[in-house]
Each structure stands twice: as C-alpha cells, then as structure tokens.
C-alpha cells in the first residue's frame, strides 16, 4: 500500500533486485517473447487470407465526420477555444496540487472518476501522489477531448454529431492508464509479486482468443466451461413441441394446479439466445410466470447457418411469430394468447400487429388478445448509438461480411461490445490479459458470448427499413401488399422502457408507444436493457415508474414528472395488468405437448447450437 504521506512509497521495487528473483523475471520475459511472437503470426497469418476491400482502413466511415469536425473547429475556434484553456488550467492546478501531496500535504483532487467508474478502484489510485496525478489528469485528458468533440461537432449533422461522440469516447477509453502494463499500480504489483507470470498467462489468454477468432481477438468474458445448456443454465422444465426451419416452440411444464385460460407466447430477440429470460432458478422470468399460474410458450429461433440465407424478415414473421401463435391455440384450445416480445422481437411483432389489423380474413385476427413489449422499438428517429453503424457507407461494407448469406455472430457481438467498451472489452484486457487472470464465471456474460448468426436478407431489412429509413413510424414499410400503420393496432399493449438502456433508449421506446391506438401501460423500469428487464422480485432490487394518467405528453422525461416511482421489479404489476384482461376463470394446469407428440426435452436444439468453435 502507498505511505499515507503521500509519497510514492507502497509499491516494492527491490523485490526485482534479488538475484533468484530477477533471474525468474528473466525467464518469464523470454517466455513472453516466444508467445509474443506466436501471436503476431496467427494474427498475420489470418490477414493475409482475407482479401483487402474498400473501406476496410475506415471500416467505421469515420473519416468524413471527423474531417468536418476539424473544418468546423478551424472555422469557429471561440467555443473550443475556451475548452482548451480551462482544460490548461486545470492541467495547470492539478500538478500544483500534486506537487503539494508529493510533499505531505492533505489536497482535494481537482477531478474524480464518476461514482460508477471501477477502473481506478485500486487503492494506489488515491493514495500514491504520482499515480493520483497520473489518474486526474487523464479524467482531465478524458473530458477535455468529449467537451471539444461535442462543441466543436454542434454545428454539424446529428448523425455525425453522434458519431464523433461514440468515436471520441472509444479513443478516450482506449487510453486510459489503466489498460496499460507500465501505468497500472494493481499490474505492476502483481508483475513483482509473480515475477511475471501473470503477464506469461495472460498472453496464452491472448493467444487462445486469438485462435478461437480464427486470427481476430474474440476477448472471453467469462469462464465458459462453468455453463452448460439445460443444466445449470435454461434449466425451466418443459417440452419442445414445434419445430420448423426458424425456430422452436417450447412449452413449459406447469408448477400449480389451475392456470390462466389464455396462454403466454413470448418472442425474444433473434438476436440473442431465449435463455436471456431463463438463466438460473433465481432470476428466470420463465419460472416466474409458470409460478404465477401462466401457460408459457417461448420460440426459440434456430441459430442460422448458410442454408437459411434465404430468409425474409416476413418469413421470422409467418414462420416464427404467427407459425407459433397458431400452434399454441391449437394446443390449448384456447380462444385467444398474450403475446410478449423483447427488443427486435418487440419490434418484429409490432409490425406483424399493424399488419394483421389490416387482414381481417387472417386467422390469427382477432385472436392476440394483448401484447407485451420489453424495451422494443418502433420509432427509430433517435435510436441510440446503434445507429452510428448504419449510414449508407457501412451498410454497402456490411454487405462483404455478409457474402456466405449470414452475418457472423462475432460482428455483431463485437458492435455491442462496444457500446460498453469500459467494461465488456478494456475491463477484460486487463483482467485476463495484463493480470493473467481468468474471468469470473458469471451466466449473464455467459449468455452474451453465446451469440447468434442472423440470415442476411434478415438483418439488411432490419438496418434499412428501421434503423436507417424509420420506415415503419413514419408509414413507408409496406408487408404483404399492405402499408403499415401502428395507429391501427388497437388490442391492449403494455409498454417496458428501462432508465439506463444503451440499446433502446427509453425516450425512443416511448416515442413508439405514442402512435399506437388502443389502451397502452408505460413502464419505466430501473436499470438498463437487460438487468432492468430481468429483475426478479426476489431481488428487491431497482424501481420502476408508472403512471395511472392515460395521457401521453411529448417524451418520457415529461411522462416521469407525475409518474409514481415503486420500489423493486415491474414484473408483479405486469402480472397484474394481464390478469386485469382477462375474466376467464382458471383452467386445469397444460401438460406440454398434450395434443401433440413433443419433440424433445427444453431448452431444446436449436439453443444448443454455436458456430465459433
């Protein structure tokens, strides 16, 4: 630990000078140089077999954006101008204050990490004058660069505006002192103390990421080996009783003795695996409502390969979405389900709603009786920072990753990544990487690794029509010969935005909730967009706003001002406001697969299925 004079004391440099020990120093850096080595030939050896592309040194087309970010600051300097000389000036007050605490003295700190911000947990962050230095002015650093891309951008386009941010933010993380060997006091301590080893462990870390990637680092976030599928994770009972080309229908076994009338059919993100809400005993929203009296039914979409290029955003919909609606009244012989939908998911039965108040022959019409929908976009004018990665020039490179008819798990998995590079690619560097650690075994980071291809034809359709022409707001997506339009889904819709989300910003989720018709429930949930949604009861963790008042003011942040804050999960309200539609008395508990022959044991096949190994 650092002296609490302030010195640089603490970190125990002659540990290195003692013979037996540099001599074991000494051969651990020749073994990181051997690794070294071996890691820059696959690195090299996988670019020399991929063919060179346009766009491939700009992959992002981020070079425009900042080229007009540096005209505009040329052209007008007074705003960054004054950026600059407050960022000096406080460059200019924290070596007066570390000056001070280098010789003994108590000093405020000019800047401190924001209360959410583990990377400088460490304790020789505060305590060491020269590494409490080093961490304030790179906080400096940090905000100076965000303040002038943001000022220095505000006369620009908001795409670029947005982009320029994302981008700056990439760089500003990238270079924090904590990501590197010889400016992080927990690496250094751990190289003494180790003699190295750890840096020896974390490039056969390295190396095996590398050749899992195929050449391309694919950073590992949790010990995978501590999961299995159906056994410690998915683990809810129930029967595959459908299967087709695009997805499985799961039907889960009943723990009371009546159940609700109406079923539940639940369509997750194809996106993602479906076990996002069945990961453990504790924390499954499948359990949960089979223990609330729910007959649920889950799709679970297959897991694509170069077979199913094929497929059509229109096919997820009357192969997947209505394909397992029709199956579940069929089984249960019900008059009509709840749907509920998560994400793209939301997104996808959104439009297939819109599409079926247009058909009245359709046989599913008429037959939804509500709809749920978890963080789930329709409106897409302001989408979030995913929409950094769809202008025209992306989209057209996008195309050559997409060459074999699917898009690889990996590229979108990276995409997202990013969106929290802190934490799910910096964080993990310097775990695995620079401590030589392996990471800790936890399902949720389990879940994120298990990514999923997407047909191709699916997912350009998806970045288009949505993210890119906000087609389906603004009534320009046409389906089946018919013009969408969300005014005309009418049925009952409940609403789940969540505070913190990164990928569906709550204000964008409600914009979409505005131009329905119908009786709508907003819910503005604690959190982000997966830890807000799973939110188990038991965890009393969280909160989450509603409001009784059916009108809809312009945005959410007006919505939140007379909304009632409630302490702990949404799900129980939820529960509430199904069982509110539905004066059907109970029925006798739905044993999976009673009309027909069940295909195999949940979480079924098709979750099962990977494609980086």
């Avoid at 056994?231 to 009371?256: D, F």
């Avoid at 009338?261 to 809400?277: G, H, M, S, T």
């Avoid at 059509?312 to 389900?337: K, P, Q, R, S």
């Amino acid at each position: 630990m650092a002296q609490s004079d302030g010195s640089t004391g603490g970190m125990d440099f002659s540990a290195a000078m003692d013979p037996q020990k540099a001599a074991e120093l000494s051969a651990n850096v020749a073994k990181m140089f051997e690794k070294g080595r071996k890691i820059w030939e696959t690195a090299v050896a996988a670019q020399s077999q991929q063919e060179a592309k346009p766009g491939q040194l700009d992959p992002f087309n981020t070079a425009n954006a900042f080229a007009d970010l540096w005209r505009n600051m040329l052209e007008n300097p007074k705003d960054v101008t004054e950026t600059t000389l407050k960022f000096w000036s406080d460059q200019t007050e924290l070596w007066r204050r570390a000056g001070l605490k280098a010789a003994g003295a108590k000093v405020d700190p000019v800047v401190c990490p924001d209360a959410g911000d583990k990377r400088f947990k460490d304790a020789e962050w505060s305590e060491n004058a020269v590494f409490d230095a080093l961490k304030q002015s790179y906080l400096l650093t940090a905000g100076f660069m965000m303040d002038a891309a943001e000022v220095g951008s505000k006369e620009l386009p908001d795409i670029e505006r947005r982009k320029i941010s994302f981008f700056t933010r990439q760089f500003v993380e990238a270079i924090s002192p904590t990501n590197y060997f010889a400016t992080n006091p927990e690496v250094l301590r751990a190289t003494l103390e180790e003699k190295g080893e750890n840096l020896v462990r974390g490039l056969d870390h390295m190396l095996e990421d590398m050749e899992r990637g195929r050449g391309q680092l694919m950073i590992k976030q949790t010990d995978m080996d501590k999961f299995k599928i159906g056994e410690n994770v998915a683990t809810t009972p129930g029967k595959v009783i459908y299967r087709n080309e695009v997805m499985e229908l799961i039907q889960y076994a009943p723990t009371t003795e009546n159940v609700r009338a109406r079923p539940l059919l639940i369509a997750p993100p194809w996106i993602n695996k479906f076990y996002i809400l069945d990961l453990n005993e504790k924390k499954s929203l499948v359990r949960w409502l089979v223990a609330q009296g729910h007959s649920v039914f889950v799709i679970s979409w297959v897991n694509p390969d170069a077979s199913l290029a094929n497929k059509e955003f229109v096919d997820y919909i009357a192969e997947g979405l209505f394909e397992a609606a029709a199956v579940v009244l069929e089984e249960t012989g019900a008059d009509d389900l709840d749907l509920a939908a998560y994400c793209i998911g939301g997104t996808m039965t959104g439009s297939a709603l819109s599409y079926l108040a247009q058909e009245p022959e359709h046989p599913l019409n008429g037959r939804i009786a509500s709809a749920t929908f978890f963080t789930a976009q329709f409106e897409f004018s302001n989408a979030g920072e995913l929409q950094i990665f769809v202008d025209d020039e992306q989209l057209d490179a996008l195309e050559d990753a997409m060459s074999d008819g699917v898009l690889n798990a990996d590229k979108m998995a990276s995409s997202f990544n990013m969106l929290r590079a802190s934490d799910l690619i910096w964080g993990f560097v310097v775990n695995n990487y620079l401590l030589g650690k392996e990471p800790f075994p936890f399902d949720m980071l389990y879940w994120n690794s298990d990514s999923t291809n997407m047909p191709a034809q699916v997912h350009r359709y998806y970045l288009r029509q949505f993210y890119r022409d906000n087609a389906l707001a603004t009534g320009a997506l046409q389906m089946g010969g018919r013009t969408l339009d969300l005014g005309r889904v009418d049925i009952p819709t409940y609403h789940v935005a969540t505070k913190e989300d990164h990928i569906a910003p709550a204000d964008s989720v409600y914009r979409g909730v505005r131009l329905l018709g119908g009786d709508r429930r907003f819910v503005l949930a604690g959190s982000g967009h997966i830890a807000g949604v799973v939110n188990p009861p038991a965890s009393n963790k969280y909160q989450f706003w509603t409001r009784d008042d059916l009108s809809f003011p312009e945005n959410v942040h007006e919505w939140r001002k007379s909304a009632v804050e409630t302490a702990g999960s949404w799900w129980g309200d939820w529960d509430a406001w199904l069982r509110s539609r539905d004066s059907a008395p109970d029925v006798p508990a739905r044993t999976p697969g009673a009309k027909r022959k069940t295909l195999c044991d949940a979480p079924g096949e098709y979750v099962r299925r990977r494609f980086d190994l």
